[in-house]
């Protein structure tokens, strides 16, 4: 591989997870955008090229170039980098579309420069980014994306995130209406405090997920996935919501909520015959309705983003 440029793969992810708002968040494996990174004489960060979608190519306001530039300054590097962007997921479409571009970003200019900071470091870098993206520096995106799997976001600062076990059966089936939700809009409609009661049932489902996870116990995973915090306020912005999860839950979904703020939604299922099952049921259900969608299967992926 010529060291002075490289292709990566900077997968979708969904931050949220029902119970864990802000702080869980998982990798999925065949969508994402595409990028190729090369070092330039010229010094900075120039994004030269974005292709799928009509994005700033100032580094200022662009967050992968936001990212980079914050990666840049931790070094002293006298040259530059030169970044292209194939974006094949949608803005505000609740699925990282920011996080894929600033997780990517860092990890690409990470690797050209031999690896001097580890992934804990590039997911600070890139939640850089998503300040930019969203008004929040929130890391349910980026970490996943840079770690792979499932990610446990435990404190923003200092940052620490604890990659979590991925059970081997586990599917996602992501229903993607066409329509944008920002994330600051969705972030603004949300309570700023909530009654204890509620919080308490709250992370009795987030302890239990993380149980779930390790010891691969699909019940219980099922039945931590409920969310009565946030979807509460939020499934007013996402078209169809009641419905979908309804349809999602008669066929063995076993939990079901909005991907990250939304618009997509995602179904967790054991095994790809029940994601299938799950994917035609709500594809046919939403086909009724005059919103144009997109719904696909992942597995989850583990290793994050990839070297093409
Ligand atoms: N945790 C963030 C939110 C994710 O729900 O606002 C945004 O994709």
Redesign the pocket.
Known sequence: MDNNVIKIFAPA?V??IACG???F?LCLDNVGDEMIVKKTKKKGIHITKIVGQDLPLDSNKNVAGVAALALLAETEIDFGFEIEIYKNIKPGS???S??ASAAGAVFAINELLNKPFNTLELTKFAMQG?KVA?G?A?A??VAPALFGGFTLVRETNPLDVIALPSPKDLFVVILHPQVTVK?SE??AI?PKEIPLTLATKQWANTGALVSALYTENYDLLSKSLVDHI?TPY?KQLIPHYEEIEAIALANKALGFG?????PAMFALAKGKVNALKIKNAISLAFDKTTIPYNCFISEINTTGIKIL
């Open positions: 992810t931050a949220n708002f802000d702080v968040g609740g699925i990282g920011s996080a998503e969203g929040t929130h349910d995106n994330t969705s972030r949300l946030v939020r909005i991907s990250g703020s939304g």
